[in-house]
T-cell receptor, first 117, second 113 residues
Framework: AQTVTQSQPEMSVQEAETVTLSCTYD???????LFWYKQPPSRQMILVIR??????QNATENRFSVNFQKAAKSFSLKISDSQLGDTAMYFC??????????????FGKGTHLIIQP | DTEVTQTPKHLVMGMTNKKSLKCEQH?????MYWYKQKAKKPPELMFV???????INESVPSRFSPECPNSSLLNLHLHALQPEDSALYLC????????????FGQGTRLTVV
């Protein structure tokens, strides 16, 4: 079964700083996607960035980038020039199931990121 | 349009009531999901529909009854709920079960009194 581990329950940084959220996972699949979702107090789960395991190049979306280490099963999220609006819960996620038929997403426990003014 | 719309946003219901949650997407996605999320916890999968057929039922009590009338719409019918069922209920959709990308609605905050 797939597992996702986020070892940082809470992090706090100053506005404009760079912060890295860590995530490790386990899966027996050879090709899969990995996701980072953001859930602000408004509670909607917003897709921040995704990475296809088949691709070696790390995904980037504006201020958000990932450090994907497939062999180490590590998938960290870097937020550059952090902004107050980045304050939220961040969940790392991986499709469950196998054989191309996912059983929804397996989520880590989340990291509560607080951006201080 | 990457929008998944859930209604209502908030719902308070008594333990003897019957209510329904609604989820709609117009992205042509053929997989839809219901998740339950308790405070400060990650979402937990309840049901998966693929091509309007129930694919996964994660041992959810029968007081929760899902329905997928068409490819754009997903309902969750609620009956005789317990206070411990109070939670945020999230709907999500993806193109198919390969889950290359998944989009979530804003959720329904349910309180059972």
């Amino acid at each position: 079964a797939q597992t996702v581990t986020q070892s940082q329950p809470e992090m706090s940084v100053q506005e404009a700083e760079t912060v890295t959220l860590s995530c490790t996972y386990d899966t027996s699949e050879s090709n899969y996607y990995l996701f980072w979702y953001k859930q602000p107090p408004s509670r909607q789960m917003i897709l921040v960035i995704r990475q296809e395991a088949y691709k070696q190049q790390n995904a980037t979306e504006n201020r958000f980038s990932v450090n994907f280490q497939k062999a180490a099963k590590s998938f960290s999220l870097k937020i550059s020039d952090s902004q107050l609006g980045d304050t939220a819960m961040y969940f790392c996620a991986l499709p469950s199931g196998s054989g191309g038929g996912a059983d929804g997403l397996t989520f880590g426990k989340g990291t509560h990121l607080i951006i201080q003014p | 349009d990457t929008e998944v719309t859930q209604t209502p946003k908030h719902l308070v219901m008594g333990m003897t009531n019957k209510k329904s949650l609604k989820c709609e997407q117009h992205m042509g996605h053929r997989a839809m999901y219901w998740y339950k999320q308790k405070a400060k916890k990650p979402p937990e999968l309840m049901f998966v529909y693929s091509y309007e057929k129930l694919s996964i039922n994660e041992s959810v009590p029968s007081r929760f009854s899902p329905e997928c009338p068409n490819s754009s719409l997903l309902n969750l019918h609620l009956h005789a709920l317990q206070p411990e069922d109070s939670a945020l209920y999230l709907c999500a959709s993806s193109q198919d079960l390969r889950l290359t990308e998944a989009f979530f609605g804003q959720g329904t905050r349910l309180t059972v009194v």
